[in-house]
């Protein structure tokens, strides 16, 4: 092996530093292109890589990034070398503190953790140290993170490998290393992952060397300052925060405040945040991943900010402004049937069972306070020259229907008169408390067609983003009406025991009620948000006390799976492909004797 360095090699009494301009594209482990000097300044091959390793061991002198270089091939962004080599000092000579380490998404922030702790092992492994890792979740997380440590210290520490734990106890004194499900041992230092999930109890541990989060926005910050934050009060151990935006109110978010005043005081970098430009600046694979990412969901998507930006959504308590109303509006016409040939998809959203008291039915109207079934009629098709994925379908909205305090038996006849009206090729219903009994009704007569949907959280998040998603890239288009910026209606609301409503000028003005209405609020945890219309409030033109099931209804969408034949296109050697696989089908039939 032999690489060749374009650059400046340097010692100092903390770091041996080779700081490459160039290396040779044969041996450059990222394949990255930089520019090139006239000559090379110093040549490194097997032997005199390994010559330097021991030097730096020997003259107590540890370099995490170089050190990672020379013993794994793993050259560090600089992003990533910043990051490490300023918490790697800090954890060294014991000042403590705490730092915040926001990287974009799939950037190398797990790389960049096992790098720090493999370094601080190897530096450490005769005198010992632990250190304590807090991770979100209890599932895989944990073992994740030891295998990527343990993958990292194969290569750093040559003293016998890795071994498992039980052969490891009577061999540990004489410098064998062990991996567990969520622990790694080298000689007498120890890396413990351990999950802060609600149900979990992790005190009692104790942080000498670090003290680290992984993940920091999905861990609540009570559970740390009460369970975690104590492991490093007697060590005055260094606290690292990993982990990508979310709102203003996480752990992450706080950490990044005082981390950031600690900055302030005493100079020292604290506060390393990477954003997808600047990961695409070296990684060019990356930038282009990230801008199909934009294209697909919108740069202004909460996910693209902050899984991607690092922005966090302080402004994201309204989740449908004036400007993705806009993006909405279409210059097709509502319809009141079906057209010849085109693919229609149902989306119902089924009504639960509010009580409502006798003052409201006096004051707004029987129906005012109950949820209602919507069915929103959808024509979907797919652009020309788009590849066939539900993420690139385009959903022009041709009608609505609207049924509150409906009978069982009445929505049903509704509903299937409707259905057989327009012959939808797929209907998307809630399955969820009362939808079950009309969702299995519809199952018994429309079978395939019928995409029933439990609405979990988790559910229900996804609804949240890949809506906006739809909306924010222009493929969830509007009929075209009168009330899309101007909410102007004489609408109000009966006093009949029930409602069907169909006229679509209507329905899209209710509609838009609702989108304005429509909150979010952030859990710390972008994967379970709460959004919708927050109970009880109000329109302010009507009075009307306003619901989420136009907007439910809409938000359906997004489980559409893939399956419409819609935009299908095969070439002439797909064609004769797909006919010898159905010939060859057919003659292994016949061979077999079944036909």
């Not at 530093?17 to 044969?26: G, W």
């Not at 702790?117 to 895989?140: C, D, F, S, V, Y």
């Amino acid at each position: 092996m032999e690489l060749i360095f374009h650059g400046n090699i340097s010692i100092t009494p903390v770091h041996i530093s080779i700081t490459p301009v160039h290396i040779e594209p044969r041996t450059d482990p990222l394949r990255r292109s930089v520019p090139v000097l006239e000559k090379p300044l110093i040549i490194l091959k097997g032997e005199k890589m390994t010559e330097i390793y021991n030097y730096m061991t020997n003259i107590g002198i540890h370099d995490p990034v170089m050190r990672g270089f020379l013993k794994n091939d793993c050259l560090l962004r600089s992003y990533q070398s910043d990051a490490l080599r300023n918490i790697f000092d800090a954890a060294m000579i014991g000042q403590g503190g705490r730092f915040a380490v926001m990287f974009p998404r799939q950037s190398g922030k797990n790389e960049t953790q096992a790098q720090l702790e493999a370094a601080l092992m190897a530096a450490n492994q005769h005198r010992g140290g632990n250190i304590i890792k807090i991770i979100p979740t209890e599932k895989n997380q944990g073992r994740v993170s030891t295998e990527r440590l343990a993958s990292v210290i194969r290569g750093r520490i040559p003293a016998g490998g890795l071994r498992g734990e039980r052969e490891n106890r009577s061999r540990r004194r004489q410098g064998r290393h062990a991996v567990k499900k969520d622990e790694v041992i080298v000689g007498s230092t120890r890396v413990s992952c351990l999950s802060a999930s609600p149900n979990s109890a992790i005190v009692g541990a104790t942080a000498d060397l670090l003290l680290e989060v992984d993940e920091a926005q999905m861990v609540p910050a009570d559970k740390y300052d009460r369970e975690a934050a104590p492991m490093a009060a007697s060590t005055n151990a260094v606290q690292v925060f990993w982990g990508t935006a979310w709102d203003d109110q996480t752990l992450l978010a706080r950490e990044i405040r005082l981390a950031q005043r600690e900055e302030d005081n005493d100079g020292r970098k604290h506060v390393f945040t990477t954003t997808a430009a600047d990961v695409g600046k070296e990684v060019p694979e990356y930038a282009r991943f990230v801008n199909d990412q934009i294209a697909m969901m919108g740069r202004e998507h909460p996910a693209i900010r902050t899984q991607f930006f690092c922005e966090e959504i302080t402004d994201l308590t309204s989740m449908f402004t004036a400007e993705r109303m806009n993006r909405m509006k279409g210059e097709h016409l509502p319809l009141f049937g079906p057209e010849k040939d085109r693919c229609y998809v149902f989306l119902i959203d089924v009504a639960g069972s509010d009580e409502v008291s006798a003052k409201d039915k006096r004051a707004h109207g029987f129906s005012d306070r109950r949820d209602a079934t919507v069915i929103t009629i959808c024509d979907v098709s797919l652009p020309e020259n788009k590849k066939y994925d539900p993420k690139n379908f385009v959903w022009k909205v041709v009608g609505r229907r609207l049924y509150r305090n409906v009978s069982g038996e009445m929505l049903e006849k509704q509903v299937c008169q409707d259905i057989d009206l327009w012959k939808p090729r797929k209907i998307i219903i809630d399955h969820s408390g009362l939808g079950a009994m009309l969702s299995d009704i519809l199952l018994g007569k429309y079978k395939n067609k019928v995409h029933p949907v439990d609405i979990t959280a988790a559910n229900k998040t996804k609804m949240a983003w890949d809506y906006l998603a739809m909306v924010d890239t222009g493929r969830w288009i509007e009929y075209k009406g009168d009330e899309m910026n101007i909410l102007k209606s004489s609408f109000v609301p009966g006093k009949e025991r029930y409602e069907i409503l169909k006229e679509p000028e209507l329905l899209q003005q209710m509609f838009c009620r609702e989108l304005r209405a429509c909150r979010i609020e952030p859990t710390g945890n972008p994967n379970n948000v709460r959004w919708g219309v927050k109970e009880g409030t109000r329109d302010h033109a009507t009075g009307r006390v306003l619901h989420d099931d136009l907007v439910m209804s809409a938000a359906l969408a997004v489980f559409e799976s893939g399956t419409l034949p819609i935009g299908r296109t095969m070439s002439t050697e797909e064609w004769i492909r797909h006919y010898n696989e159905i010939q060859d089908i057919v003659e292994a039939k016949h061979r077999a004797g079944y036909w």
